[in-house]
């Protein structure tokens, strides 16, 4: 029995590397064939591991409890998506409604919910070694690093093809149909990246390794030309000085002062950085959300033509689509307008000629107001309340390595909360499954089996 545990832990934790890696190739996985194949091969490798919980009976790690909120989130969608009102006038008999605007996407987007819930709760089980959550953080960054190359080869090259074509190589990156999602992959990688650098081992080698893949990724973001993960960016390297607290530490270690004023000169010298991020968060959501959205936007579910890609566009900027989304979230406060409905409810509230329909609010926690109501929003506070707790305990850990990896996966994770103010990057399935690797790599990282070795970067 133990050989067989062995064989599916190797199994089950490899396949959701490749997983991981095969994912991001086709357009970051938007299309439904694509999602219906990672949703698949996640569903096959919860079985193995539902096999190997039979056959071994060991314990579930503490951070799966995570996924309760995360859990209930989904059910409250499927409740969404439930035909339970009459329909008022209706031609069609005894036709009922939903709470969703579109009961087929709240469906949809539930079962890839409850995908990434099942690889998150893999992840957390059989990233169980120190050699395993290497992995897992090196994967993440090489993904990060092997598409900012092939951006930055095909922006050179010019090329609309290699295997790829975009609808249009203005709007698009590497192989991302919009440059913003390219963003959000290269801010997560970016954070582990930084957090390895500055705390990932007492030796120099980090430097040789870890900061010319840093100065990769930032020109690859200049480059791309998206603002939203610039400012984002910026605002990570500012978390990140403030976590590690670089001048109260070296006050600490040379200065004879008493106690009590480095204490004070060290909180004036956070609070001076917070002040700076609140500065950078505020100019870069006015920055960004002036921007004008092109009118074909994604095209509905992402079909990839070339329908309207010349000259079709609308001046929508997102403070346009803000308001709306607002006047949206004012109209249906407690249960929203159903998860994925979005497209179909903002029609009402949307004052436009009608070529252009938003497809997404251009921020995430608008929407999430908008497809939730004060319900769906809980359950995600309740989700990051018990984040922030498990989080700040893998800050801890004794090894310098974890901590190094812990801090940047929440860099990398704080980053795509700012982002996420003017895009929408973790609606795509790539994305938001590299974000549930972050997630674990901050949560598991303090129950991590550490293993006799030297140290590395």
């Given at each position: 029995?133990?050989?067989?545990?062995?064989?599916?832990?190797?199994?089950?934790?490899?396949?959701?590397?490749?997983?991981?890696?095969?994912?991001?190739?086709?357009?970051?996985?938007?299309?439904?064939?694509?999602?219906?194949?990672?949703?698949?091969?996640?569903?096959?490798?919860?079985?193995?591991?539902?096999?190997?919980?039979?056959?071994?009976?060991?314990?579930?790690?503490?951070?799966?409890?995570?996924?309760?909120?995360?859990?209930?989130?989904?059910?409250?969608?499927?409740?969404?998506?439930?035909?339970?009102?009459?329909?008022?006038?209706?031609?069609?008999?005894?036709?009922?409604?939903?709470?969703?605007?579109?009961?087929?996407?709240?469906?949809?987007?539930?079962?890839?919910?409850?995908?990434?819930?099942?690889?998150?709760?893999?992840?957390?089980?059989?990233?169980?070694?120190?050699?395993?959550?290497?992995?897992?953080?090196?994967?993440?960054?090489?993904?990060?690093?092997?598409?900012?190359?092939?951006?930055?080869?095909?922006?050179?090259?010019?090329?609309?093809?290699?295997?790829?074509?975009?609808?249009?190589?203005?709007?698009?990156?590497?192989?991302?149909?919009?440059?913003?999602?390219?963003?959000?992959?290269?801010?997560?990688?970016?954070?582990?990246?930084?957090?390895?650098?500055?705390?990932?081992?007492?030796?120099?080698?980090?430097?040789?390794?870890?900061?010319?893949?840093?100065?990769?990724?930032?020109?690859?973001?200049?480059?791309?030309?998206?603002?939203?993960?610039?400012?984002?960016?910026?605002?990570?390297?500012?978390?990140?000085?403030?976590?590690?607290?670089?001048?109260?530490?070296?006050?600490?270690?040379?200065?004879?002062?008493?106690?009590?004023?480095?204490?004070?000169?060290?909180?004036?010298?956070?609070?001076?950085?917070?002040?700076?991020?609140?500065?950078?968060?505020?100019?870069?959501?006015?920055?960004?959300?002036?921007?004008?959205?092109?009118?074909?936007?994604?095209?509905?579910?992402?079909?990839?033509?070339?329908q309207g890609a010349q000259g079709n566009r609308e001046n929508v900027s997102r403070r346009d689509i803000w308001s709306s989304t607002w006047q949206l979230i004012k109209a249906r406060p407690i249960m929203g307008s159903g998860f994925g409905g979005y497209w179909i409810a903002i029609t009402?509230?949307?004052?436009?000629?009608?070529?252009?329909?938003?497809?997404?609010?251009?921020?995430?926690?608008?929407?999430?107001?908008?497809?939730?109501?004060?319900?769906?929003?809980?359950?995600v506070v309740w989700f990051v309340v018990r984040f922030v707790k498990t989080a700040h305990q893998t800050l801890r850990a004794p090894d310098p390595w974890i901590r190094a990896a812990a801090l940047g996966a929440i860099t990398g994770i704080f980053g795509v909360m700012i982002h996420s103010?003017?895009?929408?990057?973790?609606?795509?399935?790539?994305?938001?499954?590299?974000?549930?690797?972050?997630?674990?790599?901050?949560?598991?990282?303090?129950?991590?089996?550490?293993?006799?070795?030297?140290?590395?970067?």
């Amino acid at each position: 029995m133990p050989s067989i545990s062995r064989l599916l832990g190797r199994v089950i934790f490899y396949g959701l590397l490749a997983t991981i890696v095969l994912s991001a190739i086709p357009y970051g996985t938007v299309q439904l064939p694509w999602i219906a194949l990672f949703e698949c091969a996640v569903f096959v490798l919860g079985l193995l591991g539902l096999l190997d919980l039979l056959l071994t009976k060991a314990p579930l790690p503490t951070g799966i409890s995570l996924a309760a909120p995360v859990a209930a989130l989904c059910l409250f969608i499927l409740f969404q998506a439930l035909p339970l009102f009459a329909a008022p006038d209706a031609l069609i008999p005894k036709m009922r409604l939903s709470i969703s605007a579109d009961r087929f996407s709240s469906l949809q987007l539930a079962v890839k919910l409850f995908a990434l819930i099942v690889a998150g709760i893999l992840l957390l089980r059989y990233a169980q070694t120190e050699t395993r959550l290497r992995a897992l953080v090196y994967v993440v960054i090489a993904i990060a690093v092997t598409s900012a190359l092939f951006g930055l080869v095909r922006q050179g090259t010019q090329s609309p093809g290699w295997l790829l074509p975009l609808p249009n190589g203005a709007r698009g990156f590497a192989q991302f149909v919009n440059r913003n999602h390219f963003g959000f992959l290269v801010e997560m990688a970016l954070g582990l990246t930084l957090g390895l650098l500055v705390r990932g081992s007492h030796g120099y080698q980090r430097f040789a390794v870890f900061l010319p893949v840093a100065a990769l990724l930032w020109v690859a973001l200049i480059i791309s030309n998206s603002r939203g993960a610039i400012f984002a960016s910026l605002c990570q390297v500012l978390f990140l000085v403030i976590m590690i607290d670089p001048l109260r530490r070296l006050s600490e270690r040379t200065s004879a002062r008493p106690l009590f004023r480095r204490a004070v000169g060290g909180f004036a010298v956070r609070a001076a950085l917070i002040v700076s991020l609140i500065a950078v968060f505020g100019y870069g959501v006015s920055w960004v959300g002036g921007e004008t959205v092109v009118s074909n936007f994604e095209l509905a579910g992402y079909s990839f033509t070339q329908q309207g890609a010349q000259g079709n566009r609308e001046n929508v900027s997102r403070r346009d689509i803000w308001s709306s989304t607002w006047q949206l979230i004012k109209a249906r406060p407690i249960m929203g307008s159903g998860f994925g409905g979005y497209w179909i409810a903002i029609t009402k509230y949307h004052n436009a000629s009608g070529t252009y329909t938003p497809q997404e609010a251009h921020n995430d926690y608008l929407e999430l107001l908008a497809s939730g109501g004060l319900i769906g929003s809980a359950l995600v506070v309740w989700f990051v309340v018990r984040f922030v707790k498990t989080a700040h305990q893998t800050l801890r850990a004794p090894d310098p390595w974890i901590r190094a990896a812990a801090l940047g996966a929440i860099t990398g994770i704080f980053g795509v909360m700012i982002h996420s103010f003017v895009d929408f990057g973790l609606h795509v399935t790539s994305n938001a499954l590299m974000f549930c690797a972050l997630i674990v790599i901050a949560t598991r990282a303090s129950e991590i089996q550490i293993e006799t070795r030297q140290d590395l970067v």
